[in-house]
């Protein structure tokens, strides 16, 4: 059997793959700064998954679940999530994101854990230069979030060069799904759509970006922890196809006819008024070369399950 630690595993993607090792058989330690009520209920359905609070920037806490729980390998999704989180609060975004990530790998270099799987983003390009870059596009990222990520990435291949640990960075776009917990685009416009209350957003219409739902995030993960050997550190975990947010929108006219919701033209911006930069469509060439990923959903298929799901009061 073996034995996986998850950080950030209350979190949404973190609690995807907790769910996911368990399911599978896998013994997991689940921690995160606080035990939401999905992962205790995940816990007493498995005897198999621990769960454990506390938070990665406390040294004892960290280096004592690796001295004692001795996982085999790491998935790291413990992270202050998004553009205006972090802008609201740089210097936690820091602190958590970089200082926490080192607590974890000074951790596995002390206890010989050889292998992570870090969950890394989109962001730490900055804007796309082209609509489908791939692992090599530049890194130039913009606010605290994608400048975290992109220093993770690096620190982590120090520690790979200098203590022989494998870090493997998966890099998402926009992930969605059952269960996704902000008030972002696709699900603002489905709850409005299924409550049947007006929403109209004021921008954004043209802007193109890669959405990938959460299940096939969790494949690639797991493809990734599991190949036994890997030439590149990074993959691309997502459609390799971006999707217009007028796109969606009219994917959910469709299934729901009378949705009152609509979104204008100009720019997007987040909810604290900040400007999205240009995005586009994650090239997954590598990924399928490498790891055999292939998405299960595209963009109707994943927003039709979700519909169905919140329709049933679940999601």
């Known amino acids: ?22 399911a599978r058989g ?20 498995h005897s198999i998954l621990r769960a454990v609070p506390g938070e990665i920037t406390e ?16 998935v790291h999704c413990a992270a202050v999530v998004g553009v205006p989180a972090s802008v609201g ?21 002390l206890f010989d854990v050889k292998r992570m799987v870090n969950i890394s983003s ?40 200098a203590y022989g640990l494998e870090c493997i960075h998966t890099r998402t776009c926009w992930v969605y799904g059952p269960y996704y917990p902000r008030q972002r685009a696709p699900r ?24 990938v739902h959460i299940d096939d995030v969790v494949q690639g993960i797991l493809l990734a922890l599991d190949k036994p050997r890997h030439r590149f550190d990074a993959y691309h975990i997502a459609t390799g196809v971006s999707t217009s947010l007028a796109d969606v929108v009219a994917m959910i006219r469709e299934r729901l006819p009378e949705a009152d919701i609509s979104i204008g033209p100009g720019p997007l911006t987040f909810v604290d008024g900040t400007e999205v930069v240009r995005k586009g469509a994650l090239s997954i060439a590598r ?3 490498e790891l055999g990923y292939a998405p299960r959903y595209d963009m109707r298929t994943g927003l039709d399950g979700w519909i169905d799901l919140l329709l049933a009061g679940k999601g």
Request: aromatic share 6%; with cysteine; glycine share 8%.
């Open 287 to 289: 990924a399928r070369e």
């Open 26 to 45: 896998d013994e997991v330690i689940a921690t995160d700064q606080a035990i939401g009520p999905r992962l205790q209920a995940l816990a007493t359905r």
């Open 122 to 161: 989109e962001e730490i390009y900055g804007p796309f230069q082209a609509d489908v870059i791939d692992e090599e596009h530049p890194c130039r990222p913009t606010k605290p979030y994608g400048i975290s990520k992109f220093v993770v990435e690096q620190v982590a291949r120090d520690y790979a060069a």
């Open 188 to 211: 603002n416009l489905l709850e409005a759509a299924i409550t049947g209350r007006p929403l109209h957003l004021p921008g954004g219409k043209a802007f193109s970006v890669d959405q």
């Open 59 to 74: 040294w004892p806490h960290l280096v004592g679940l690796v001295k004692e729980g001795r996982p085999d390998k790491v």
């Open 1 to 22: 059997m073996t034995r996986i630690l998850v950080t950030g595993a209350s979190g949404f993607i973190g609690y995807a793959v907790t769910e996911a090792l368990a």
């Open 89 to 109: 609060s740089p210097i936690n975004t820091f602190r958590i994101n970089i200082e926490g990530t080192i607590h974890l790998l000074e951790a596995m270099r």
